[in-house]
């Protein structure tokens, strides 16, 4: 009897040690350095297209009729997002504005028309008129990250610009504008210094037509 207690208490005392190894394994494969997390998908950022960029591919890709493409594609340059709207003719936009926009001028457009941006309401309007007269996008980024995270502040960046003089701006505020490559930046430094716009048009002529012309000509201006 006592040696059948004695194999009983043995066999207890393994099975009991085999059990705390195994919960001391998993314990340790479950630790941040061996567990294979499998990161939640985050959802791909919304691209805001360009409505002035936006190939004809884009446009239909939108869901918009061939006959409102055509005549987008032919109104091109949009000085403005009204210029835009005016063919469009949607009574809610917010939708579609989240896809593609005309961006703004930070130093010219009026506080109530920012909030037709998605997400932005009358307080964040209110921030963003506030800061004027912006010398660079780069105060913008600082000002507005005030109050919202650093990704918030890049997805407004797809809705406005901070137009550069020509003569002084940097090479990264060139580049900043909307469409701006790094080809067209250097062409715009190439120049200086401008003496007027008259100049502008004739040299950055060289490289594109009238119609982009046009489109980067709301982008600058000469100090008097």
Excluded at 91 to 120: R, S, Y
Aim: charged content about 30%.
């Amino acid at each position: 009897m006592k040696k059948f207690s004695t194999l009983f208490i043995i066999t207890l005392s393994v099975s009991l040690f085999l059990v705390s190894c195994k919960q001391s394994v998993e314990k340790k494969q479950n630790t941040p350095n061996n567990l294979e997390v499998k990161e939640l998908e985050k959802p791909a950022p919304l691209v805001v297209l360009n409505a002035n960029l936006a190939t004809e591919s884009d446009l239909v890709a939108l869901g918009l009729s061939e006959e409102v493409v055509q005549k987008l594609l032919a109104a091109r340059p949009f000085l403005s997002i009204a210029d835009f709207n005016s063919i469009i003719e949607l009574e809610n936009t917010e939708e579609l504005f989240k896809k593609i926009f005309v961006p703004f001028n930070l130093n010219t457009t009026e506080e109530k028309d920012f909030k037709m941006i998605p997400g932005v309401g009358d307080k964040m309007a209110h921030e963003f008129e506030e800061y004027r007269p912006y010398t660079s996008i780069l105060q913008f980024k600082r000002e507005i990250g005030k109050y919202v995270d650093e990704q918030e502040v890049a997805r407004y960046l797809d809705y406005v610009f901070v137009p550069v003089e020509l003569n002084t701006s940097s090479e990264d505020d060139i580049k900043a504008l909307p469409g701006i490559g790094k080809k067209m930046t250097h062409e715009f430094l190439e120049y200086r210094p401008y003496k007027n716009l008259a100049q502008f048009r004739k040299e950055i002529g060289k490289y594109v037509d009238d119609k982009e012309l046009s489109r980067l000509e709301r982008f600058v201006y000469l100090k008097d």
